[in-house]
């Protein structure tokens, strides 16, 4: 599996990358969003709601598991981080195959109830602002995905 890379120097940046991903996304595109606190994961699915049509405020899942947005395309936005020691299905497949995008925080612990295809992103801490971003596609959707992506933003 290729991995793609790129450095955002600041939040703005990285609202602004994920915004233009958030264009090119589809429904049933998921994204797992990993990083430690205060990485910028709400920062990204910001800027991926923006890129979705989505005008609401975004703000982390953090003590309802899942929020709903709708724009062109509809956003779920999961943070399973309370899930840790749940082994309850919770129709999350209700998501991962509708008619949204959803992105997974904390996504290790759900791994089994995962769909192979995905798209995983780490987001690590550089700098005091920066950040690097590792895309990392599971699957023939994803890997063209980040092609067109990296091929319409090469370098950033």
């Given at each position: 599996?290729?991995a793609?890379?790129?450095?955002?120097?600041?939040?703005?940046?990285?609202?602004?990358?994920?915004?233009r991903?958030?264009?090119?996304?589809?429904?049933?595109?998921l994204?797992?969003?990993?990083?430690?606190?205060?990485?910028?994961k709400?920062?990204f699915?910001k800027?991926?709601?923006?890129?979705?049509?989505?005008?609401?405020?975004?703000?982390?899942?953090?003590?309802?598991i899942?929020?709903?947005y709708?724009?062109?395309i509809?956003?779920?936005?999961m943070?399973?981080y309370?899930?840790?020691?749940?082994?309850?299905?919770?129709?999350?497949?209700?998501?991962?195959y509708?008619?949204?995008?959803?992105?997974v925080?904390?996504?290790q612990?759900?791994?089994?109830?995962?769909p192979?295809d995905?798209?995983?992103?780490?987001?690590f801490?550089?700098?005091?602002?920066?950040?690097r971003?590792?895309?990392?596609?599971?699957g023939?959707?994803?890997e063209?995905?980040?092609?067109?992506?990296?091929?319409?933003?090469?370098g950033?």
């Open positions: 599996m290729k793609y890379e790129l450095i955002s120097n600041n939040p703005e940046e990285t609202w602004e990358i994920a915004r991903l958030g264009k090119l996304l589809k429904p049933e595109d994204l797992l969003l990993e990083g430690d606190l205060g990485a910028g709400t920062t699915t800027g991926l709601a923006s890129g979705l049509g989505i005008e609401r405020n975004v703000n982390s899942p953090t003590f309802t899942i929020k709903e709708h724009g062109r509809p956003l779920y936005h943070d399973v309370r899930l840790e020691d749940s082994f309850e299905d919770l129709g999350f497949d209700e998501y991962f509708g008619d949204g995008v959803t992105v925080e904390w996504a612990f759900i791994e089994d109830q995962l192979p995905r798209l995983a992103i780490d987001i801490h550089e700098a005091e602002n920066q950040r971003i590792v895309f990392k596609p599971f023939t959707r994803y063209a995905l980040c092609e067109e992506f990296f091929d319409e933003n090469p950033n």
